[in-house]
């Protein structure tokens, strides 16, 4: 079994910098794959960036450039920088976790957090 916390959101202005974190325990961080995932009302969840177990990452094509997912494995955590940020930004966020391979598809994660609430105005 794995557990997600997310941390790091916020309030922020129009072209600031948010750095979320995903901390994760459980199951084998070093096979695991992570999804983040955002939500805002009324919208269904999109995948905003993916990475796998041996470091591979997709973005959300729109979001390229902006937004860059890491991981440490000896932390056990997972990072997702976002800069530039817009106020259509603005969303509930989520990290997920999937065995092995990156995914965009929030169906294919068996692991979710509570997430964390970014705000740009």
Same mark, same amino acid.
Request: net charge neutral.
């Given at each position: 079994?794995? !557990?997600?916390?997310?941390? *790091?959101?916020?309030? @922020?202005?129009?072209?600031? #910098?948010?750095?979320? =974190? ?16 955002? !939500?805002?009302?009324?919208? *269904?969840?999109?995948? @905003?960036?993916?990475?796998? #177990?041996?470091?591979? =990452? ?64």
């Amino acid at each position: 079994h794995v !557990q997600l916390v997310e941390s *790091g959101g916020g309030s @922020v202005q129009a072209g600031d #910098s948010l750095t979320l =974190t995903c901390a994760v325990s459980g199951d084998t961080f070093s096979t695991l794959a992570f999804g983040w995932f955002r !939500q805002s009302p009324g919208n *269904g969840r999109d995948g @905003v960036a993916s990475i796998g #177990s041996d470091g591979m =990452t997709r973005y959300l094509d729109s979001l390229k450039g902006r937004f860059t997912i890491s991981r440490d494995n000896a932390k056990r955590t997972v990072y997702l920088e976002m800069n530039g940020l817009k106020p259509e930004d603005t969303a509930m966020y989520y990290c997920a976790a999937r065995p092995e391979f990156w995914s965009l598809r929030d169906i294919l994660y068996n692991y979710w957090g509570q997430g964390t609430q970014v705000t740009v105005s």
